[in-house]
């Protein structure tokens, strides 16, 4: 993917780079971004050097398709290549690109709901999240691919918002402050749906994948 991403910052503007590049200079995220509006294609390419990795890691969890999660990854970094101008500093740049990468995973979801998706990677990280596994260690080796697979299935029943608070609380380890940026969703609101996703998805895995009223 970093190849790709590459050339595709070095398509997206003629702007000559600087004397001294930006990884060079020890650039902060908003003075890359500064840069990116005033077209420097090297500052595009230093910003997606270093959020890249996480920003395609978040996609593939909520997408599952390392081909879509690749799509979208450099769709978040042409989106802020193109928004750069407009970007109001308000809030950290990586949490900038995460709200953006939230939307392009909706939109996403939205057109491709029917879509059979590839069982998720780093299934032990997944498996922390299920209810009851007190088995050993042994024996969750011998279960794992059956497990994460069952996982995959259940996580794939929620819904879409059940699904984003659980991966950037859980996979994403991210703060309730940062996920309110990122979701828009206030503290209330946040505590609440977190809370309901984590019943939805343990009443998913203890009835076998059944459905789950809303």
């Excluded at 398709?65 to 407009?86: G, H, L, Q, T, Y």
Aim: charged share 30%; aromatic share 6%.
């Amino acid at each position: 993917m970093a190849g790709v991403l590459a050339g595709m910052c070095t398509s997206l503007s003629t702007h000559p780079p600087t004397s001294a590049s930006v990884s060079e200079q020890r650039l902060s995220d908003e003075e890359l971004l500064r840069a990116c509006a005033s077209g420097n294609r090297d500052a595009l390419r230093e910003l997606t050097h270093r959020h890249q990795a996480p920003i395609y890691r978040f996609l593939l969890r909520m997408m599952g398709s390392p081909e879509d999660a690749e799509d979208a990854a450099i769709d978040v970094f042409v989106k802020a290549w193109v928004n750069a101008p407009r970007f109001q500093f308000r809030a950290k740049v990586a949490t900038w690109l995460y709200r953006i990468a939230v939307n392009i995973a909706r939109d996403a979801h939205s057109r491709k709901k029917g879509k059979v998706q590839q069982p998720w990677p780093e299934a032990e990280e997944l498996n922390r999240m299920a209810v009851g596994s007190a088995e050993d260690d042994a024996v969750r080796r011998l279960d794992q691919d059956q497990e994460s697979a069952r996982l995959h299935r259940c996580l794939a029943k929620l819904s879409e918002s059940d699904r984003l608070v659980l991966v950037l609380y859980y996979l994403e380890d991210r703060e309730y402050d940062e996920i309110q940026r990122i979701t828009g969703l206030s503290y209330t609101v946040l505590k609440t749906r977190l809370a309901r996703a984590r019943r939805r998805l343990r009443a998913l895995m203890d009835a076998g994948e059944s459905e789950v009223d809303s």
